[in-house]
C-alpha cells in the first residue's frame, strides 16, 4: 500500500479532498490474494460445504484431528482417538488446557454441543451433517473424553472432523446462526477480525494461543500479527499481485501467470495436486451411441491425455489416468495402460460398433445402430462448468476418428438440471478428497437417485459390492485395494474419461515469505509458522 | 409540484410489482434447484433425497410458488426482502452493505465523465468542424467504443503494475476508487461529450444566442450561461440514465478491480439461484433507476422554468 501514498493526494484533486494517505503495511502482516470465485458465501464450515471455509475457520480454530503435509492424521485438540473394532464407536481424547478466544474451557461438553449444532436441522448444514454421519449418540465420558457411537459402521469419521469446526459454546449461545459467521470463536491462532464481503478477510493474532496444532514448530502465538485474505477478481490481476508487491502470496494462480515466477530465483513456486476423480467425464449410458461398450472404448483409446497437457498447459497439469488421479492414496497404478491413446484401435472399434465412415464425410454415420436411424452423424456433447479448453483440445482428438464433439460450458445450475433430467452425454463430475469413499459416492448404483451423485446410469451388483466396502470397512489399506478393485472395473466397462487433475499454484517472494507450509492436498495450507520480512 | 411528485411515486407500485413478478417467474423457469445447487457444490458426501427434501424445506422451496411470491410482496412492503438462501444473512442487508461501494463507484464514475465529456462537448461545439472539434469527437468515439472490460485492464497495466500509482484492486481507500470510476466515466464520457457537443451547436445557433451577441455579451458568458444552461437538459436525461446505467452496469468494473458491489452480488446470486437475493436486488435496483428518473425529471423545471408540473 505504501506505493499509493501519492495517489491518495492526486484523488484528492480529483474527489474534493475527501482522500487520506494510505497506511504502510506493518511487519508480520500476511496477505494472501487469491481468486475471487473461491469466496465462501458463509465462513462457519458448520453451515457452508465448501473446502476454502473450513481452511479459513483452520486460522481461527483447531481442528481435533490434522491432516499434515505428509498426508497423515495427527493429533490435533484430540491427543488420541480409538475406534471399535467394527467402526461404530469413536472415542477421542482431548488435550488438556485448551481454551476459547473468549476465555472459556474447550472440553468434551463443548464438542457435544458443536457436533449438535450440526446435526440440528436449523442449522441447515450443506456437507458436514452428512460427512459426520448419522450418529447415534455424543457421550461426555469424562471433561477430556467424548465418545461418538454409530448404527452401522462409519469408517471416514477422521476425514471428516479434520475439517470440522469446533466453536465455544458461550459465543454460539451470544450470537444467532447468521451473526455467528462474523463473530467466529475458536482455539486457534487468529481471531477473525472483518470480513468485507468481495473484497477480504482479515484475521488478526490471538496472544492467547499455545500452538495446539502440530503442524506449528515454535509453541505460543504465531509472529504473524495479522493474516488477510483478499479475494481477486480479474485473474491477469492476481497474476501480478506478488510481483508489484500487492500481495505476499498469490494461492490458485492462473495458468497464465506461472511462467511469471516459475523457475526465478527470487520466487518460490509451488504446484500441488488434489487427490479426487481429477477433471473426469462421467459418460451417460442410458442412450445410444454410449450405451455401447465398443463406442466407449473408442473415446477413451482416442483421448491423449500427456498431449493435451502439453499443448494447452505447458505440462503444467497433474495426470489423473482411471478414476481416482494419480495423486490418490488409493490409485490404481495399472490405469493408465488400460486404455494407451490407440486412434487406429477407436476407428475399428467405432467400426464394429456401427459408426462408420462414408466417403467425402469427416464425421461418422450410424449404419445400423440398434435404435439410431441410419444416416445420423456421431455426435456427443461435452458439458462442463470449466476449462473448456481441455474440450477444444479433445474435440480435434476425436475428429480424427470421425466423432463430432460439442464442448458447451454451462453454469452450475444448468449442469445440475441436466443431471437430473439425465440429458448429457460426456458430463464434468468431480470430488475431491484422498479418502477412497468418493468412488462409492459417483459410482455406487445406490446413489442414481434424484440429488445423487452416480449419473451414470451403470449398473452391477458386484461393483457394487466393492464399492460398500469403502463405507464400513475400517482398515484404510483393505479399503484402498476394494478402491483400486473398483477402479478396474470402471475402467473395464469404460465408464468415464479422465482427463486432467488441475494442480494449486502458489507463488511468493522468497525473501519475504518463510515457514508458509501446504497441506498433502493442494487446496489446504498453514500460515502457523509463517514469518514475514520486510 | 408535490401532487406530481406523489403521483409519480405511486406509479413506481405497479412497475415494481410487475418487475418483481418477472423476475420471480424468470427465476423459477430457468433451470437447477437451489438446494439441490448447495449440496453439489459441496465436496464429498452423499445427497439423500431425504437430506434434499429437508433443505428445500428449510429454504421453504417446498411452498407453492404463489406463496413463496405472497411472502415476499408483503415483506419488501416493510423492507424485509427476505432471507439469501445462499448467504442464510438478511437480503436488505446484504444489499445495504453492497450498495455503499456501488454508490461511491457510480458517482465518482458519473463526475468524472462530466469532468471529461462536458468540456470536451463544449471544446467541439464552440469550433464545429475545426481539428478540435476532429481530435474531441475522435477521443469521444474511442472512449464510447472501447470495451469496459478491455478499458480497466489497460489502466491497471498502466497505473498500477507499469507506474505504481494507484492499487490495481480492492475498495480500502480512496484511491482505490480513481481506476475504476475512470474505467466507467471513459466509455461514459464519449457519448457525454458527442450529446454536449450537439446540443450546444443546435443552442448556439438559435435567435437568442444571436441576439445576445447582437447585445454584445461577451463570449465566454454566451456559451457557458446561455449556451451551456439551454444545451444541459437533454445532457440531464442522458445523465439519469448513464447513473442507473452504471449502478446495476458497474459488475464488470467490480470483477476486474475485486471491489465489492451489488453488481457482483446479483451476478452471484443468479448463477446460484438464490430466488430471494436476485429478486431482492432487482426490485432495489429498479427502485433507484426509477427514483433517479424522477429526480431527473424534477431537474427539468429547475433548468427550464418554463416547465412546470402539475398545473
Redesign the interface.
Known sequence: ?R??R???P???C??AG???P?LARADGNLTI?MP?DQEP??IDGQ?D???LTWLLDSFVTDPLVVLDPSGHYVPGLATSWDVSPDARIWTFHLRDGVTFQDGTRFDAAAIKTNLERIAD??T?S??L???LGPYTSVEVVDPLTVRITYATPWVTLL?AIRRAPFWSPAALAKYS??DFQQHLVGTGPFRLGAW?????IIFTRWDGYRGWNPVQTAKGPVSLSSLTI?????A??LG??V??G?ADIAYMLPQDAIEDYKGKPAYSFIIRDQS?TGLQMVMNLRHPPLNDLRVRQALLYANDENLVNDVVYDGNYAKSEGPLSNNHPCHWSGAGGVYPPDPARAAALLDQAGWKLVPGQPIRQAVGVPGVTDGTPLRLRWTVLHHKEIGEAVQQQFRKIGVDLRVEVV????????V?RRDFDLIYER???PDP??L??IWNSR?D?????AWTGFKDPQLDAVLDTLRTEPSFAKRCDAAKTAQQMILQNALQLSTLSDPVFVAFRTARVSGFDMGSEGNWFFVNNVKVTQ | MARYVLGRVAQLIPVLLLVSALVFAIMHI?????A??????????????Q??A??RQ??GLDEPLLVQYGRFVAGAVTGDLG?SV?????VTG?IL??FTPTLQLSL?GL??SVLIGVPLGIAAAIRPNSWLDLLAMGAASLGAAMPIYWV??VL?LLF??QL????????????A??LPALTLALVSAGMLARLVRSSMIEILSEDFIRAARAKGIGERLVVWRHGLNNAMIPVVTMLGLQFGAMLAGAVVT????????IG??VVTAI???DYPLVQGCIVFLASVYLLVNLAVDIAYAWLDPRIRYGT
Request: net charge positive.
Open positions: 500500500m506505493r499509493y501519492y495517489a491518495a492526486l484523488l484528492a480529483l474527489l475527501i482522500a487520506r494510505t490474494a475471487a458465501a458463509s453451515i460445504p465448501y473446502q436441522p436449523k441447515a450443506a456437507q451433517k452428512n460427512d476425514e446462526l447468521a468485507q464481503r468481495n473484497d477480504r483478499r479475494f481477486i477478481g480479474e491477469a490481476v501480478r499481485m510481483e508489484t500487492d479426487g453454469p452450475g445450475p444448468v449442469q445440475i438440471d441436466r437430473g470430488q475431491r478428497s469413499y468418493i462409492d459416492q446413489w437417485q434424484p440429488g445423487g451423485w | 430457468v433451470p437447477g434447484d437451489p439441490e445447487l448447495m449440496l453439489a457444490g459441496a465436496e464429498g458426501g452423499a445427497i439423500t433425497p437430506r434434499l429437508e433443505l428449510q429454504m432471507q445462499r448467504y442464510r444473512v438478511p446484504l452493505e453492497r465518482a463526475a468524472l480497466g485492464l491497471i498500477s503494475f505504481g500509482w494507484f492499487p490495481p484492486a480492492g475498495a480500502d481507500s480512496p484511491a476508487l480513481v467490480e470483477i476486474v478491480f475485486s471491489r465489492p458491489g457482483r452480488l448463477l446460484q439461484k
